[in-house]
C-alpha cells in the first residue's frame, strides 16, 4: 500500500476515549471475569484478576485485607482470561482481538499479540514450560506463541508481535474456542467449545492427535494434569467428564451437582477432588474417588471463573478458592471439604444424598454427600440431565436472570447467602444505560445502583448528579424534562457506548467537526 494510501486510511480511522469513572484508580468497574493466583510468590500474596473494564489488577493480600496494587491498561475491551508465565511476565487475553504481556516487575506492558481475527477467549501455559502460551478464541483459531525469544532477549519493550511471526497455528478445530488448557510440561493442549468435542494437540508436532467426544453442549472450562494423561471439562450440559488422553475416552461422567450450566472448574493438588461452579452460584466440590459431591456455599451471582489458592493447604483442607463474578465482587472462599467417607469405600461420616431421579430434593447445607458419578467405565451421553435440587423454579430464575439472585430464592438458599467469605474485593458500579442530550455536548447515564449523573463530554467531568430508581420511569423522565434536556439544533458529532462500564466516546473524523462553532459566529 502506498505511503498516501496509508495515510488517507489513517486519517478516516475513528478515536476512542474514555471517560474515567470515579473510582477507577483502585477498582473494577462492573463484572470480573478471571481470577488468577501468583503461584511464584510462596506465600499466596497476591492474585490478578482480569475485568469487563479492560484492565488487569494485581491485587496484594500481604496485610490481610486486599489492596490495588497495579493496574495494567491497554485492552479496548473486556479482559477474558489471565495467565501467570513466569516470575515477571503475566499474559492476557480480550475481546480486543490481541494477548498482552505485562512486566509485572517493572508495571509495564512487554508486548502485544496479534494473530486473533475475533474474540480471545482463553489462554494455556505450562506449569514446568513457562514459554509454551497458547491462546484460543472465537473463529476457530488457536495459536501456540513463542514468546521466549520476546522474554529472553533485550527486545525493544511494548514491541508488536504477528502471528505469523512468532506464532504456529493449529488448524483443525470447528467451531469457536472458549476454553483451553496445557499439561505441566507444556506438550499437550486440550481445547474446547461450542463443537461440544474436546481436541487433543501435540504442541512440540503442532498436531492434532485426537478427539474426545460425550458432552451434548457448550465445552466452558477444562484442566489438564501434570504429565498430560487425563484431562477434566465442565460443559452447559450440566456435567463433568473426566478423560483418558492417551485411550481417548470419558472414564468417568458426573452430573446432578448443579442446576445450570457449569462455567469454571479447577482441581486439587493431587487430582483427587475437582471444585466447580457455575450459572446456578453453587460453588461444590466432588471427590474423584468415590464419586462423591457436596456444597461448599453459595454465590451472589454467576461464576464465571474459579481459582484455587493451595498456599494454605492442610490436611483438612485444599487451601482458599477464589470466584471471578457477573457481579461486581471478586471472593475468596476456605476450600474446607466436610467430613467424607475415605476412598476405600467405608461408611461415610456425613448422611449421602443421592441425586437420582426417585430421590426427592437434595440437601444444599454443606456436608451433605450424594452420589454424582457414574462407575468408572467408558460412559455414553449424558446422565440425568435434570435438577436433582428440588429447587427448579428457582434455579431456572438464576438462569434467566443471568446469573442474579433469584427474586424468590429458597429458604436453603437464603441460610446459604448468610455465610461470609474469607475476602471480598468490591467494584465499583459499572454505568448501564446512557442518553445524548439534545444539545449534543452532554451525556446522561445510570448505573448499576440506579444513580443518575450528568457528564460534560468536552472536558470529561460529572457536572450534576440526579436521584434516580433503578428499573424505574426516572431516567426516561428526566430525558424528557425541557429544563435539563432544552430542545436544540446542534448537529450530532460523537457516538456513546457503555460496554466497559464507564462512558466511552467515539469520534469519526467525517463527523468529528459537525458541531464546531466560533466565537465571532
Not at 485485607?65 to 473486556?78: K, L, S, V
Not at 487433543?200 to 478427539?211: H, P, Q, S
Not at 501434570?226 to 470419558?250: F, H, L, P, Y
Not at 454424582?372 to 430464575?397: I, N, Y
Request: proline share 3%; with cysteine.
Amino acid at each position: 500500500m502506498s505511503s498516501a494510501a496509508e495515510l488517507v486510511k489513517r486519517q478516516r480511522r475513528a478515536t476512542t476515549f474514555t471517560l474515567a469513572h470515579a473510582e477507577y484508580g483502585d477498582k473494577h468497574i462492573g463484572g470480573v471475569n478471571v481470577v488468577e493466583v501468583d503461584d511464584e510468590q510462596g506465600e499466596g500474596h497476591r492474585v490478578f484478576t482480569g475485568g469487563r473494564d479492560g484492565s488487569v489488577r494485581a491485587w496484594d493480600l500481604s496485610s490481610g485485607a486486599p489492596r490495588c496494587a497495579n493496574t495494567f491498561e491497554g485492552h479496548a475491551a473486556w479482559v477474558n482470561d489471565v495467565k501467570r508465565i513466569d516470575s515477571t511476565h503475566l499474559a492476557s487475553a480480550s475481546s480486543d482481538q490481541s494477548v498482552r504481556l505485562w512486566n509485572t516487575k517493572e508495571n509495564a506492558l512487554s508486548a502485544t499479540l496479534y494473530g486473533h481475527t475475533d474474540y480471545v477467549m482463553a489462554l494455556g501455559r505450562g506449569a514446568k514450560s513457562a514459554h509454551t502460551l497458547a491462546s484460543g478464541g472465537l473463529n476457530k483459531e488457536l495459536f501456540v506463541w513463542d514468546i521466549e525469544r520476546r522474554v529472553t532477549t533485550n527486545a525493544a519493550p511494548s514491541m508488536t508481535l504477528y502471528a505469523n511471526t512468532y506464532a504456529t497455528p493449529l488448524s483443525g478445530a470447528k467451531d469457536s474456542i472458549y476454553a483451553l488448557d496445557v499439561s505441566a510440561n507444556g506438550n499437550v493442549l486440550v481445547s474446547g467449545g461450542t463443537e461440544l468435542a474436546l481436541r487433543v494437540w501435540d504442541t512440540r508436532t503442532k498436531a492434532k492427535e485426537g478427539k474426545l467426544k460425550g458432552h451434548t453442549d457448550n465445552v466452558r472450562a477444562i484442566v489438564v494434569d501434570e504429565d498430560g494423561k487425563r484431562c477434566i471439562s465442565a460443559s452447559s450440559d450440566r456435567t463433568i467428564r473426566v478423560w483418558d488422553i492417551g485411550q481417548q475416552r470419558c472414564v468417568q461422567t458426573f452430573a446432578g451437582m448443579h442446576t445450570g450450566s457449569i462455567w469454571a472448574l479447577d482441581v486439587n493438588h493431587d487430582f483427587t477432588r475437582v471444585y466447580s461452579s457455575g450459572v446456578d452460584r453453587r460453588l461444590c466440590v466432588t471427590n474423584l474417588l468415590n464419586r462423591r459431591s457436596t456444597l461448599l456455599c453459595l454465590e451472589s451471582a454467576a461464576v464465571l471463573k474459579i481459582k484455587l489458592d493451595d498456599s494454605r493447604r492442610d490436611g483438612g483442607s485444599d487451601g482458599d478458592i477464589w470466584t471471578a463474578t457477573a457481579s461486581r465482587s471478586i471472593k475468596r472462599w476456605p476450600a474446607n471439604v466436610p467430613d467424607d467417607a475415605d476412598v476405600s469405600g467405608d461408611a461415610p461420616s456425613t448422611p449421602i444424598r443421592y441425586a437420582g431421579a426417585g430421590s426427592g430434593s437434595v440437601s444444599r447445607q454443606p456436608g451433605d454427600w450424594f452420589d454424582v458419578g457414574s462407575p468408572g467405565v467408558t460412559t455414553l451421553g449424558t446422565p440425568r440431565k435434570f435438577d436433582t435440587w428440588g429447587d427448579g423454579s428457582s434455579g431456572r430464575a438464576a438462569m434467566f436472570s443471568g446469573g442474579s439472585v433469584p427474586t424468590t430464592p429458597s429458604k436453603s438458599d437464603v441460610s446459604l447467602m448468610t455465610m461470609s467469605p474469607l475476602n471480598e474485593i468490591v467494584g465499583a458500579c459499572p454505568v448501564e444505560r446512557h442518553a445524548v442530550l439534545r444539545d449534543r455536548r452532554r451525556v446522561m447515564t445510570q448505573d448499576s445502583v440506579g444513580a443518575i449523573s450528568i457528564i460534560d463530554v468536552c472536558t470529561g467531568k460529572c457536572i450534576e448528579t440526579l436521584d434516580g430508581v433503578k428499573n424505574s420511569s426516572d431516567f426516561e423522565a428526566l430525558i424528557s424534562d425541557k429544563s435539563i434536556n432544552p430542545l436544540s439544533a446542534t448537529p450530532s458529532w460523537f457516538t456513546c457506548n457503555s460496554r466497559s462500564g464507564s462512558l466511552e466516546v467515539t469520534l469519526m473524523p467525517s463527523t468529528a467537526f459537525n458541531a464546531e462553532a466560533y466565537a465571532t459566529d
